[in-house]
């Protein structure tokens, strides 16, 4: 079966309403497992060996008036965090 992917959009000349888009840097550090985590499960020492530091991040995006969605979510391509991603 051929399956497509559905691309939902809209253009903001068409909404007759106010909105406010707040547009901010991420940054943050990858957490390393804590000490009773690797008490409970010694193999996760190894988790992260074999991986690099940097994260990969997407984020989600829905736009809502109340409690209605007003579109479907619009989701980012995965990047790479490194330590900051604007």
């Known amino acids: ?3 497509q992917r559905k691309v939902t959009y809209g253009f903001s000349h068409e909404v007759n309403i106010n909105v406010r888009l707040t547009v901010g840097i991420l ?6 497992a804590g000490y009773k ?6 193999y996760r020492r190894y988790q992260h ?5 940097n994260v990969d991040f997407c984020v989600t995006c829905r736009v809502v008036s109340g409690e209605q969605s ?6 980012t391509a995965r ?3 490194f330590k900051d991603w604007r």
Request: charged residues 30%.
């Open 1 to 3: 079966m051929d399956h």
């Open 27 to 32: 940054e943050g550090l990858n957490a390393e």
């Open 37 to 42: 985590m690797l008490l409970d499960d010694p």
């Open 49 to 53: 060996m074999h991986q690099s530091d």
């Open 70 to 75: 007003l579109c479907a979510p619009v989701r």
């Open 79 to 81: 990047r790479i965090l």
